[in-house]
């Protein structure tokens, strides 16, 4: 069966830290993969995008590897802050589009 | 450029009633996505759609669930005689042709007494 799984419910951080959720999948070849922000109440806000031919991606200290062969996103907070606390979302395009969505990781980050 | 609005931000509903869920996309998209969550759950899909046109509704109940999004106005999720089982947040995202990037509304919370 196709599945995304995020491997972490909740993970927990000291400030200052770097963060590392992970996003694996099974039967499924994405075309690109995107990773979003989510907070309590509000929708989701995307982050990073990154294609089937692109190892990793950077935005600020935000990083994502994209592994096809292990079929494995890693996405990292470095220098992590209390405001990086949130629900973070991993979304595979399954084609054309078509996106779907993994449980979510809640990152608490304490000062 | 405003972003996606839904509409109503809350819902509340008895069993058996109808509840319609709009969603404005944002300017310039043509591509509507409507995804259910529950509380600390993750987006789960229901209908992905194109201006008049469904692209992909296998994450519908066959039953008592549409969408549609016409050539003008709102897409609307319509969901008949509603059962306590329905009641989530309801997440609307817009992007345009040839982009990927979704845009997601502040959502609709259902509620069915």
């Known amino acids: 069966s196709q599945k995304i799984e995020q491997n972490s419910e909740a993970l927990n951080i000291q400030e200052g830290k770097t963060a590392t959720l992970t996003c694996n999948y099974t039967?499924?070849?994405?075309?690109?993969l995107q990773w979003y922000r989510q907070d309590p109440g509000r929708g989701p806000v995307f982050l990073l995008l990154?294609?089937?031919?692109?190892k990793e991606k950077r935005k600020e200290r935000l990083k994502v590897t994209f592994d096809t062969t292990l079929k494995q996103s890693l996405f990292h907070i470095t220098a992590s802050q209390p405001a990086d606390s949130a629900t973070y979302l991993c979304a595979l395009d399954i084609r054309n589009n078509d996106m779907r969505f993994g449980a979510g990781t809640r990152l608490t980050v304490k000062p | 450029n405003a972003g996606v609005m839904q509409n109503p931000r809350h819902l509340v509903r008895r069993r058996g009633q109808e509840a319609r869920l709009r969603c404005s996309p944002m300017?310039?998209?043509?591509?509507v996505y409507w995804y259910r969550q529950l509380p600390e759950e993750g987006l789960k899909f229901m209908v992905y759609?194109?201006?008049?046109?469904?692209?992909?509704e296998s994450g519908m109940p066959k039953e008592r669930f549409s969408a549609e999004f016409p050539k003008e106005g709102p897409s609307i999720l319509r969901i008949q005689q509603v059962v306590r089982g329905d009641s989530a947040a309801y997440f609307c995202a817009s992007t345009a042709q040839g982009q990927e990037k979704l845009f997601f509304g502040s959502g609709t919370q259902l509620s069915v007494l």
């Open positions: 039967n499924y070849s994405p075309a690109y």
């Open positions: 990154i294609r089937e031919n692109e």
């Open positions: 300017k310039g998209h043509s591509h």
């Open positions: 759609l194109q201006k008049e046109n469904i692209i992909d």
